[in-house]
């Protein structure tokens, strides 16, 4: 059953695009990490399966029928779908006042108010704060308490912005806990941003990266500011630091002289092990700072001036074993390269 | 300054003795005062909510003018209310000239943009983020809007608390409009003009003690409340 399908949505904002997605369709009961950097668009695709906001142009669906972004439309949907602010805010009042709140709007009894809202305060490990005015609370509890206000409500979705970007390793470890329990015992579907990889790995059942609007298939990472300057022999020099470069050919890559950026496909870097180079061009030696399973395959962070991601096949990793701290040489061909103005 | 020490104590005896005449007065001010204000805030409260949230063309225009016009003088107000109710003008008929009505209707028109300015400041000052957890949790419109108003409480509070402050220390237009009339229309800041233009400075004195007592409580009033809500 698909929670979401999404076609041809977009969103525009003074006339910029900020959001521009062909197809996606989103699985109930599963959990999605949407990764990608600042600006990709992630809110705006939160807000908008939020129902808070209205794409520009598209079509979306919620369980197989179009939404139609009229405010009584929107009234019904956004009792199913709970928004998590990245930093959320409690009303100024009690936090069981916060947690009836959505309760006393959907007509809920009294003694099923006091009941749901005992039982989430428990989930969340909060019982002792029922009645503690919400804005003395610590930002970790504040959202946990953001947590359980919307859980309250057992929606069919939760979209997390950012859940763990604001507290502590000690609430982050709870919220992570909390929500794959959610999800396993009461199958709610839950899409969260977040720009933490190894967050994503272990509660995502399926990542998602958004860069600059768009959904891409590879890491989002490898993006770089960057300088081009003329070189001999129909080449340009692409200079990500002052110490680290690379050599591109000046009649493939027609970008003007000075400031661009480049993306680096991480699929297509190739790593050695190793401090010998092959004698290709666009060789950067480096050191394993971090080695990471993802969806089957090894995310490998080096550094060589700069932090480069590498995506090795399970093979290819097997072949070279690479360890953590290990010196080697990486190859950039000139088709994994993509610079932009 | 003997007259000044001679002057405060028999104003303090006045004040202490709960004189009749001193009480009579207070209570004009106060049950005139307390009107207008809840008539502006009728008005002025929903007018700056409305503005504050919505996005209209002439909308920084609009703000402008209201922070303009809380400079108006009250006697502007007055010449202005007085052309309309006297005798020869258009509400001339309704005989509301000199009555408390009339300085209602002034003082009326001289908070409202007061409450607005402060209601629009006071909703500004609200994260959006409220109005979108209200939404997210299923709240329509009139509820996030009661959640959005809810918060900027003391913001608004204080723009109340502001107008009632304005108005019962004006005194442009209870002299032009209400005329000074003993009994009647005769407020705390009327009064003590006359007695000033009397020389008889006691009853001058125990209003302007009466006069800073009530702004100096119904401040300590709003602080109280505002404390309570302040980490």
Not at chain 1, 9 to 26: A, F, P, Q, W
């Amino acid at each position: 059953m698909k929670v979401y399908s999404i076609h041809n949505v977009s969103k525009s904002i003074n006339g910029r695009t900020i959001l521009d997605i062909d197809h996606l369709e989103l699985e109930a009961g599963r959990i999605y990490g949407l990764l990608g950097p600042n600006g990709a668009g992630k809110t705006t695709l939160l807000n908008i399966l939020g129902f808070l906001d209205q794409p520009t142009s598209g079509r979306l669906n919620f369980f197989g029928k179009a939404v139609r972004f009229h405010e009584t439309d929107l009234l019904l949907l956004r009792k199913e779908v709970v928004v998590l602010d990245q930093y959320p805010v409690l009303f100024t009042t009690s936090v069981y006042n916060n947690l009836e709140f959505g309760l006393k709007i959907r007509k809920v009894e009294r003694a099923e108010r006091e009941r749901v809202i005992d039982e989430v305060l428990d989930l969340v490990d909060m019982a002792s704060f029922k009645h503690e005015p919400a804005h003395n609370l610590s930002g970790g509890e504040t959202q946990r308490i953001a947590l359980a206000r919307a859980l309250a409500l057992s929606p069919m979705v939760f979209l997390c912005d950012e859940p763990t970007a604001s507290v502590d390793i000690e609430n982050q470890a709870a919220i992570v806990a909390l929500l794959k329990q959610i999800n396993e015992n009461k199958k709610i579907s839950i899409v969260f941003t977040t720009h933490d990889r190894l967050l994503a790995a272990g509660l995502a059942h399926h990542t998602l990266v958004l860069n600059e609007g768009h959904l891409v298939s590879t890491s989002y990472e490898n993006t770089f500011p960057c300088r081009i300057e003329p070189e001999k022999d129909k080449q340009v020099r692409c200079s990500i630091t002052e110490s680290a470069w690379i050599f591109l050919s000046a009649t493939r890559f027609k970008s003007p002289i000075g400031k661009a950026r480049v993306f680096i496909d991480p699929e297509k870097i190739e790593l050695h092990t190793g401090e010998t180079t092959t004698g290709a061009a666009n060789c950067l030696q480096g050191k394993i700072l971090q080695l990471m399973e993802e969806s089957g395959r090894i995310r490998v962070v080096v550094t060589v001036g700069f932090l480069l991601t590498v995506i090795l096949t399970r093979g290819k990793y097997n072949f070279l074993r690479p360890g953590i701290g290990d010196t080697v040489v990486v190859s950039i061909p000139q088709d994994a390269v993509t610079l932009s103005s | 300054m003997d007259i000044f020490v001679d002057s405060l104590q028999s104003a303090i005896l006045l004040v202490c003795s709960l004189d009749r005449e001193m009480l009579t007065i207070v209570m004009v001010s106060l049950q005139v005062s307390c009107v207008s204000t809840v008539l502006a805030g009728l008005v002025g409260v929903p007018t700056g909510f409305f503005i504050a949230l919505r996005r209209f063309p002439g909308k920084a225009m609009l703000i402008t003018v209201l922070n303009t016009s809380l400079a108006l003088p009250t006697v502007v107000i007055g010449l202005f209310v007085y052309a309309f109710i006297s005798r020869r003008g258009v509400f001339g008929p309704l005989d509301l000239l000199y009555t408390q009505k009339a300085i209602i209707i002034g003082q009326v028109i001289l908070i409202i943009p007061l409450v607005s300015a402060l209601t629009i400041a006071a909703i500004s000052r609200i994260d959006d983020r409220y109005r979108r957890t209200a939404m997210t949790l299923g709240a329509n419109r009139i509820q996030t809007a009661k959640v959005i108003l809810f918060e900027a409480r003391f913001g608004i509070t204080a723009a109340i608390v502001a107008a009632f402050g304005r108005v019962i220390s004006e005194i442009g237009i209870s002299m032009m409009l209400g005329g000074n009339i003993k009994g009647f229309t005769r407020t705390m800041t009327t009064a003590m003009a006359l007695e000033y233009d009397k020389g008889a400075f006691s009853l001058a004195v125990a209003l302007g003690i009466v006069l800073m007592t009530l702004s100096f409580g119904m401040n300590i009033l709003f602080h109280f409340f505002q404390g309570k809500y302040r980490t």
